[in-house]
């Protein structure tokens, strides 16, 4: 079998490369050497030696999840409501709007740069910083998409190093877990929990990928064939994600 990709569970308040819900920290997935081996994701956690520190660690993550889910149809909405009032005139895009949310004024000016940048042969310099971050996180999302659904996935959650639970979770949903000797129940009540929320950033992983490429579909019009416009898109669903964390759990602030 293929060595195994590892997703591991981290907590800052700034995203996780490849995880626009901050969550998991998704390291660039490893190719088999044998094309035929199963590939295998292995969502890791580690948890705090304190069960209160473990549980708000569990809580905060929740939070994120709760966050996104909510963020979602909230962003699909915006992207169709902003894709029915943008239109291009010359290289500007134009709005109605008198302001706007800073998600919405963000992705005007990266479509208007974008724009400018593909007719004329200047003014792509400086934003190729930040389009190469969002080619590397977006790309890294399609990897994690693929990864998490062509493979079952193994589930480990770890206190000081001590393993607490092993759940293998099949294609069609089937759980398998072992436990420790002599394991508490909050062990197994964290261990639960890991595992949920391994499934939900799955769901919630495809949703944003399904997201994006409507929110794409919608702008086509209006971008005439811009290729860097669904870079922009992945960029306000990542935005509108963090208002929603942020108002989920304040201390994602500033």
């Not at 589930?155 to 002599?182: C, D, H, I, K, N």
Request: glycine share 6%; aromatic share 6%; net charge positive.
């Amino acid at each position: 079998m293929a060595e195994a990709n590892t997703l591991r569970m981290v907590f800052q308040a700034a995203q996780a490369v490849g995880d626009p819900l901050g969550v998991w920290e998704t390291p660039p997935v490893r190719q088999p050497q044998d094309e035929a081996a199963l590939e295998l994701a292995v969502w890791q956690v580690a948890l705090p030696s304190s069960p209160r520190s473990a549980q708000r660690m569990l809580t905060a993550s929740q939070r994120r999840l709760q966050g996104a889910n909510l963020a979602l149809p909230a962003a699909e909405a915006r992207l169709a409501q902003f894709a029915s009032y943008t239109r291009l005139s010359g290289l500007q895009y134009s709005s109605p709007a008198a302001s706007q949310p800073a998600a919405e004024a963000s992705l005007q000016i990266f479509l208007r740069r974008t724009q400018s940048a593909e007719r004329k042969t200047y003014g792509l310099d400086d934003l190729i910083p930040q389009i190469k971050e969002l080619m590397e996180a977006s790309n890294r999302l399609a990897q994690n998409i693929r990864l998490s659904l062509a493979s079952y996935a193994l589930v480990e959650s770890r206190q000081t190093g001590r393993l607490l639970g092993r759940t293998r979770v099949s294609w069609l949903g089937a759980f398998a877990s072992e436990w420790q000797p002599g394991d508490e129940p909050q062990h197994r009540r964290l261990h639960r929990q890991v595992v949920l929320q391994a499934l939900a950033t799955r769901q919630s992983w495809v949703r944003i990928g399904l997201a994006v490429a409507a929110g794409g579909a919608s702008l086509a019009s209006a971008t005439l064939g811009n290729p860097l416009a669904l870079l922009g898109v992945f960029q306000f669903v990542r935005q509108v994600i963090r208002e929603f964390q942020e108002n989920e759990d304040p201390t994602l602030r500033g």
